[in-house]
């Protein structure tokens, strides 16, 4: 599985729009970009999916350019329950990968008033 | 959607002892995942069990510590055998959603071994 690289910790406002960036430059050709979000004594939940350009979904957006290197969730004004952990995952169902998450570092999101 | 609920929520065990912690699911499901997040760190895969056969388990993870029962496809249980405090950790089952790489996650056990 490829190995992915985003930031730490991010702080926000809430109402604002919030951008967390994923480095995968190992990304191979049959691998999708996964987001999970975790909440503090709770099991990661999914997010969003996508192979190529941009994905929406009632609550966040996903953009890929064209070479995949990177991925970027996009979550539009956010508010103070967006308080998590946002995991950024590379794999491929199809070899397995997506059956064996590798979870990153993850990037802590803090959301104030 | 998947629901899935574990039992217990949280323990607290001394050294040496074995804990067993259950995993139900409300539809069936041929694999079932374990997950380990230690204080503070990401989620790491432990084993996927699989109804009828041996669990597979990840690198670094082996059997007589980790046993997995997998009776039927609603239910699977993982033993944190011979604990030390070092197996302080939130233990997590998942199961397969519908997505590429989508997961339902449970709840999670919180185990503080003193």
């Known amino acids: 599985l490829a190995k992915t690289t985003q930031p730490i910790s991010m702080d926000s406002y809430e109402g604002q729009e919030v951008n967390i960036t994923c480095s995968h430059n190992?990304?191979?050709?049959?691998?999708?970009i996964t987001w999970y979000q975790q909440f503090p004594s709770q099991g990661p939940r999914f997010i969003i999916q996508?192979?190529?350009t941009k994905v929406t979904n009632e609550v966040a957006s996903l953009f890929i350019p064209a070479d995949r290197k990177s991925s970027t969730l996009s979550l539009p004004r956010v508010s103070l329950s967006d308080t998590a952990v946002y995991y950024c995952?590379?794999?491929?169902?199809?070899?397995?990968?997506?059956?064996?998450?590798?979870f990153g570092t993850g990037t802590q999101l803090k959301v104030e008033l | 959607s998947a629901v899935i609920s574990q039992k217990p929520s949280r323990d607290i065990c001394q050294r040496g002892t074995s804990l067993t912690i259950q995993c139900q699911v409300d539809?069936?499901?041929?694999?079932m995942f374990w997950y380990r997040q230690q204080p503070g760190q990401s989620l790491t895969l432990i084993a996927t069990?699989?109804?009828?056969?041996?669990?597979?388990?990840e690198s670094g993870f082996v059997i007589d510590k980790f046993p997995i029962s997998r009776p039927n496809l609603t239910f699977s249980t993982l033993t944190v055998s011979n604990m030390s405090p070092e197996d302080s950790s939130i233990y997590l089952c998942?199961?397969?959603?519908?997505?590429?790489?989508?997961?339902?996650f449970g709840p999670g056990t919180r185990l503080t071994v003193l």
């Open positions: 998942s199961v397969p959603g519908l997505a590429t790489n989508e997961q339902f």
């Open positions: 190992n990304i191979a050709t049959n691998d999708y």
């Open positions: 996508g192979y190529k």
């Open positions: 995952l590379v794999g491929d169902v199809e070899k397995g990968g997506g059956n064996k998450l590798t």
């Open positions: 539809s069936q499901v041929t694999m």
């Open positions: 069990a699989n109804q009828g056969s041996e669990a597979t388990y």
